[in-house]
């Protein structure tokens, strides 16, 4: 029951993102996506360390971050990358439950943040952690 709700929700947000108007404000959306995506990469950082998956859901997380300290104008350009990552995020999510509930706090929080329009780039970690999973 709990997969099938996450899965609607989840087709519910790609739905919008496919929707968005390249330009427009999309605070909601944006934040939606960085809550599913900040899971999947803290997921990725905790089970596969320096993998692909983990550096493109952390890329990705920047990117939705970036956009979010640029007021949220919607990027539909990256529309189809944004949805694969999302796509990652909830399926590191149905694989791993008991981390994504270990990391619900932080992905809620800078969620509720970019919905606030007060996240900053360095709430997300930099490129710093990529020399620090090779060590």
């Given at each position: 029951?709990a997969?099938?709700?996450?899965?609607?929700?989840?087709?519910?947000v790609?739905?919008?993102?496919?929707?968005?108007?390249?330009?427009?404000?999309?605070?909601?959306?944006?934040s939606?996506?960085?809550?599913?995506?900040?899971?999947?990469?803290?997921?990725?950082?905790?089970?596969?360390?320096?993998s692909?998956?983990?550096?493109?859901?952390?890329?990705?997380?920047?990117?939705?971050?970036?956009?979010?300290?640029?007021?949220?104008?919607?990027?539909?350009?990256?529309?189809?990358?944004?949805?694969?990552?999302?796509?990652?995020?909830?399926?590191?999510?149905?694989?791993?439950?008991?981390?994504?509930?270990?990391?619900?706090?932080?992905?809620?929080?800078?969620?509720?943040?970019?919905?606030?329009?007060?996240?900053?780039?360095?709430?997300?970690?930099?490129?710093?952690?990529?020399?620090?999973?090779a060590?």
């Amino acid at each position: 029951m709990a997969t099938n709700r996450m899965r609607n929700h989840l087709r519910t947000v790609g739905i919008e993102l496919f929707m968005t108007s390249d330009g427009e404000t999309a605070r909601g959306l944006v934040s939606h996506l960085a809550w599913i995506v900040g899971i999947g990469a803290e997921i990725a950082a905790n089970t596969a360390p320096g993998s692909d998956l983990a550096r493109r859901q952390h890329a990705m997380l920047r990117n939705l971050v970036q956009i979010a300290t640029e007021g949220c104008a919607w990027r539909a350009a990256l529309a189809e990358q944004i949805w694969t990552a999302a796509q990652e995020g909830h399926d590191l999510m149905v694989r791993h439950p008991t981390l994504g509930l270990a990391v619900l706090a932080g992905a809620d929080h800078l969620a509720a943040r970019v919905a606030a329009g007060d996240v900053c780039i360095s709430d997300v970690a930099g490129a710093e952690i990529y020399r620090e999973a090779a060590h």
